[in-house]
T-cell receptor, first 112, second 112 residues
Framework: DAGITQSPRYKITETGRQVTLMCHQTWSHSYMFWYRQDLGHGLRLIYYSAAADITDKGEVPDGYVVSRSKTENFPLTLESATRSQTSVYFC???????????FGDGTRLSIL | GENVEQHPSTLSVQEGDSAVIKCTYSDSASNYFPWYKQELGKRPQLIIDIRSNVGEKKDQRIAVTLNKTAKHFSLHITETQPEDSAVYFCAAKRSSASKIIFGSGTRLSIRP
């Protein structure tokens, strides 16, 4: 859906570098989520947010930092990238219950 | 903790035949069950969802059934077509929770 956009779509970086993945939604959805998708692991939740200034850890939060100062933005930062963080990252948003999540087009991140 | 098990992990059917994917959830308070389709290199997209107050929902060739007693729900695709080839994810959520629990995915292949 055009209402949720991720940037960049592709990123190559080196181990130890800091990298930030951006997510922006125009629906004013309360909830936002970050997932990583690796072959054989499906969708794994990294962090989520129920509202501005409220964030919570998901299944695999180690090595990641999030913030949500504005409802529409939910950036994900890898403070010191490692090769194991090479993955496809999806951002999603949803309105209050019970509503489906809408996914962005993903960011393919490669860490060399 | 909360868990959603999805079977089978891979499924190959002849074009025109039916496909069935099954999921079992552990949280008896779950009341919302969406299904997502993810084509190769694309984002997951909602194809159908069902709430706990109904037992079945149908949308053209796709149907979902829910058995709350057994904590089991299924996706049925009839008259399969090549464009149905994708990975399908089931999910479960309770109203009081922010996050959704995804199954591990089923790779569906349609044989010509």
């Amino acid at each position: 859906d055009a209402g949720i956009t991720q940037s960049p779509r592709y990123k190559i970086t080196e181990t130890g570098r800091q990298v930030t993945l951006m997510c922006h939604q125009t629906w004013s959805h309360s909830y936002m989520f970050w997932y990583r998708q690796d072959l054989g692991h499906g969708l794994r939740l990294i962090y989520y947010s129920a509202a501005a200034d409220i964030t919570d850890k998901g299944e695999v939060p180690d090595g990641y930092v999030v913030s949500r100062s504005k409802t529409e933005n939910f950036p994900l930062t890898l403070e010191s990238a490692t090769r194991s963080q090479t993955s496809v990252y999806f951002c999603a948003s949803s309105d209050r219950d019970p509503q489906p999540q809408h996914f962005g087009d993903g960011t393919r991140l490669s860490i060399l | 903790g909360e868990n959603v098990e999805q079977h089978p992990s891979t499924l190959s059917v002849q074009e025109g035949d039916s496909a069935v994917i099954k999921c079992t959830y552990s949280d008896s308070a779950s009341n919302y069950f969406p299904w997502y389709k993810q084509e190769l290199g694309k984002r997951p997209q909602l194809i159908i969802d069902i709430r706990s107050n109904v037992g079945e929902k149908k949308d053209q060739r796709i149907a979902v059934t829910l058995n709350k007693t057994a904590k089991h729900f299924s996706l049925h695709i009839t008259e399969t077509q090549p464009e149905d080839s994708a990975v399908y994810f089931c999910a479960a959520k309770r109203s009081s929770a922010s996050k959704i629990i995804f199954g591990s995915g089923t790779r569906l292949s349609i044989r010509p």
